[in-house]
């Protein structure tokens, strides 16, 4: 029989990330990582959100970039599901529309690390699930 | 939705928004009596008896980014075409109780997914909220909480990607062993 995985293992992961927290994340706070939402509601998960969100979490880690990914609820885009907010440290968030795995790298690629723009931008104006009452 | 992992992902989310502190999933595989349940509880603000009438249909919602609320109604229609049924009960200030029954055998029943996708993303997401998921099968019980977790990893993060691949595979690898549908 295989062994299952238990939090023996986690205790492992632990020690393993502590030993890279040291070196990268203790001396950056939340706020200078890069900050990633993906909306969540019924419209993006039928979309593929999920597809997405777990697209960004492994490809961030995978390409070495520190970044919070995490859930949001509909920002009234409906038509244009899947879309992430993304934080780039000292900029103003930019939501993306219509993304899929394509999208989501040339995203992580081009918006995320060099800062360049690119189509499928939702203009300004709009405010997210908790700023509107 | 395509398959019940979906379903969760999107309910859960009402569990956060109503303001829960703790958000428990029960999955209950049921073969003899044809029964698939999956129920969530939660401690959040709940509902009036009113809002509990309105809730399925699909032109209520309490957001305001948008007018229409799909997520249970989705949910319930899922349920009865397989032959199971929704119920919800709430009670205001104490929290909101939703189960949602599916026929185990039926043809329409969704198939589960990838629940272990669903619950790493979800509690990674809300590092403040506990989640216990339990699974039972006739094989046996999976029982997944948060706080146990938390109180290993101490400092480190829940949303490491790590610690969410950990997850991932923690989840994924006891459903298997108590041959989870």
Known sequence: MTKITSLADLRRIKSDVEAKMSLRERSE?????????????????????????????????KRNIPAVVTQTGCMGYCYAEPTIEITRPGHGPIVFGFVDSKKADQIIEKYIKNGELLDGIIPVNYENIEGKK | MKDLSLHILDILQ????????????????DPAKDKYSVKFTDNGRGMDAAMVQQVTDPFFTTRTTRKVGLGLPLLKQNAEQSGGW???HSTPGKGTEVQAVFGYSHIDRLP????????????????????????????GTFIFDTKEIKETLETVPIS????????????????EAIKAS
């Open chain 2, 160 to 175: 490491n990607p790590q610690v969410i691949a950990f997850m991932k595979d923690l989840i994924r690898e006891n459903l």
């Open chain 2, 14 to 29: 009402n569990s956060v928004t109503a303001g829960a502190s703790l958000i428990e999933l029960d999955i209950n595989e």
């Open chain 2, 86 to 88: 929704l119920s919800i």
């Open chain 1, 29 to 61: 706070t939340p706020e200078s990582m890069v900050q990633i939402r993906v909306a969540m509601a019924t419209c993006g998960i039928a979309s593929g959100a999920k597809i997405v969100m777990d697209y960004m979490i492994d490809e961030l880690d």
């Open chain 2, 112 to 139: 589960a997914g990838d629940i272990a996708g669903t619950m790493a993303l979800t509690v990674s997401s809300y590092p403040a909220i506990e989640f216990i998921y339990t699974h039972n099968t006739p094989e």
